[in-house]
């Protein structure tokens, strides 16, 4: 996901703005969903047929089945500390992604942002 947020940080407008792209991004996004959920329930180690089940609805509907699969497995205290985990770590890998852009301007880097 960190991934899809330097592409389109860095990348030129005119390749981001395909319709190819945003399909890419949405399958890459929906494939690391679906791999983490995976890892996840087996970590907590849930029967094979509801680890198949929560990575298959986390792969087609990723929007909707991590805030289902997290308040499952961790009620909703450990959902909403899980969920505060992940936008901390978003807001990190962002700040770094400017900070990087900004020093790379200074030193004439051409950079599209």
Not at 36 to 55: G, N, S
């Amino acid at each position: 996901m960190i991934l899809i947020l330097v592409m389109l940080v860095f990348l030129p407008d005119s390749l981001t703005d395909k319709p190819w792209f945003t399909i890419v991004c949405r399958l890459a996004f929906s494939l690391t969903t679906a791999l983490w959920v995976a890892a996840d329930a087996q970590a907590h180690r849930f029967a094979e047929e509801r680890v198949k089940l929560y990575t298959a609805f986390s792969g087609g509907l990723p929007e909707l089945a991590v805030p289902v699969y997290l308040v499952k497995s961790r009620g909703w205290k450990g959902a909403a500390n899980t969920s505060l985990r992940f936008a901390v770590i978003v807001f990190i890998a962002a700040s770094a992604i400017i900070l990087l852009g900004s020093v790379a301007k200074l030193l004439g880097i051409s950079v599209p942002l």
